[in-house]
């Protein structure tokens, strides 16, 4: 027997078919975002967040069977990270899959990706088929935050729905971003919830970035 879907769920699912921003948490922090195969939906997540649109926006997946609908034959490498760190607060760049909006990927064509390791995004992300806008649900320049109770009216009141479902973010730093450059050799672009003696002892060589 299929269970129903709660309407809290119910309205989030709808609103990211309809290219419509919400706010869900995540494994570390609450996120604003949408589906993340819409150009439409990333233009949004910037002018609602005033973030610079020059900056790519990260994406989270449900598990590596999403990775195709972000990157095209992924590295071992990418594999590799993949199998020791998720889900959880990994995120890893990777070459964009052709039509991925230009918003969700930088100059070189890198794009940055998780599997989420929240129930409730990845319901969000295996229930639409569609990986999901990920970024930080704060105006730029203010503080992110973990608890429902201090997300930003200013921004909660401008989207089409807030999902208040458990369990609460673990709040703390936000994931870490790394580069595979080939073997075990990795840059360290932004370094959060996964250290560098855990990326070590996994078997990769991080580095600092330029």
């Not at 919400?22 to 439409?40: F, H, I, K, M, R």
């Not at 458990?166 to 996964?194: F, I, Q, Y």
Request: charged share 15%; glycine share 12%; aromatic share 2%.
């Amino acid at each position: 027997m299929v269970r129903p879907l709660g309407p809290e769920l119910e309205r989030a699912l709808a609103a990211v078919a309809a290219g419509q921003c919400l706010v869900y948490p995540t494994e570390t922090l609450y996120a604003l975002g949408g589906d993340g195969t819409s150009a439409a939906v990333a233009g949004a997540v910037c002018a609602l967040k005033g973030r610079d649109p020059a900056k790519p926006l990260p994406l989270v997946i449900c598990g590596p069977e999403q990775l195709p609908l972000v990157t095209p034959r992924p590295a071992p490498e990418v594999l590799r990270l993949g199998a020791a760190f998720w889900p959880g607060p990994l995120s890893v760049l990777v070459r964009a899959a052709p039509g991925l909006p230009g918003a969700m990927h930088d100059a070189r064509g890198l794009t940055s990706v998780r599997v989420t390791s929240h129930p409730v995004a990845a319901a969000l992300c295996r229930l639409s088929g569609r990986p999901l806008v990920a970024t930080s649900a704060n105006l730029s320049g203010r503080p992110a935050t973990a608890r429902l109770e201090e997300l930003d009216p200013a921004l909660t009141a401008r989207v089409a729905c807030v999902v208040g479902l458990g369990p609460a973010p673990a709040g703390g730093a936000p994931s870490t971003v790394v580069e595979p450059l080939g073997g075990a050799a990795l840059v360290v672009h932004r370094l959060g919830a996964v250290g560098l003696e855990a990326l070590r002892r996994a078997g990769f060589d991080p580095r600092p970035a330029a």
